[in-house]
């Protein structure tokens, strides 16, 4: 099974930028495509982009285009979530996991997340 340890979120002001830190423990993580979701208060969580085992191929959700940037570092085991330009809608809880590179599909341990919280 594949777990996660979400980290890099805190209190920011709108405009702001912050990168979010996906670590997982596995040697399989190279093998598997990742993606990022996120939960803002009192809702469902949702899909926001995901990125290809070998880092090159990333997709975005229409939420998460143009202010979110997926990356990964393979040597750490590592997933990234840059966000700029930070805006209050932005606040919730951020979640990566393993995903099916075709569905999307998370099949890995859900994390705790770390959360984001955007206010002036």
């Known amino acids: 099974q594949v777990h996660v340890v979400e980290s890099g979120g805190g209190l920011m002001q709108p405009g702001g930028s912050l990168r979010l830190s996906c670590v997982a423990s596995e040697s399989t993580f190279s093998d598997y495509a990742m993606a990022w979701f996120r939960q803002p208060p009192g809702k469902e969580r949702e899909f926001l982009a995901t990125?290809?085992?070998?880092?090159?191929?990333?997709w975005y959700a229409e939420s998460a285009r143009g202010r979110f940037t997926i990356s990964r570092d393979n040597a750490k085991n590592t997933l990234f979530l840059e966000i700029d330009n930070l805006v209050p809608e932005d606040t919730a809880v951020y979640y990566c996991n393993a995903v099916n590179s075709d569905s999307g599909r998370a099949f890995g341990n859900w994390g705790q997340g770390t959360q984001v919280t955007v206010s002036s």
């Open positions: 990125i290809s085992s070998n880092g090159i191929s990333t």
